[in-house]
């Protein structure tokens, strides 16, 4: 199994930006990719951006540019920072992970969640 533990959001201006961190613990072999994931209240979980074990990556076209995912593997810790916050991108943020590649990239590209495996409890971000 595997825990997950998202910290790092908070309030911020449009424009600004801020750091995500994911602590991983547990059987963190299990997982390929590993990323993050946004939810708004009344809209579908969408996915942000993936990492993957031999250090490729995976954007959401509406963060490409913007955003920037990077992993530690020897930290077992994951990073998002976020540059040119926009009040759109005020949601609540997940990290995920995934043996599949598969399963990560319908996640980013399809906004297709379902197949993640292992989940945080969030850490939230408003623009405002």
């Known amino acids: 199994h595997v825990q997950l533990v998202e910290s790092g959001g908070g309030l911020v201006q449009p424009g600004g930006s801020l750091r995500l961190s994911c602590a991983a613990s547990g059987d963190t072999y299990m997982y390929n990719g590993v990323g993050w994931f946004r939810h708004v209240p009344g809209k579908e979980r969408e996915g942000v951006a993936v990492?993957?074990?031999?250090?490729?990556?995976t954007y959401k076209n509406s963060v490409r540019g913007r955003f920037t995912i990077s992993r530690d593997d020897a930290k077992n810790t994951l990073y998002l920072q976020m540059n040119s916050l926009k009040p759109e991108d005020t949601a609540m943020y997940y990290c995920?992970?995934?043996?599949?590649?598969?399963?990560?990239?319908?996640?980013?590209?399809?906004?297709?969640?379902?197949?993640?495996?292992?989940w945080g409890k969030g850490t939230q971000v408003t623009v405002s």
């Open positions: 990492a993957f074990a031999d250090d490729s990556s």
């Open positions: 995920a992970a995934d043996q599949s590649r598969n399963d990560c990239y319908q996640g980013v590209y399809r906004d297709n969640v379902s197949g993640m495996d292992y």
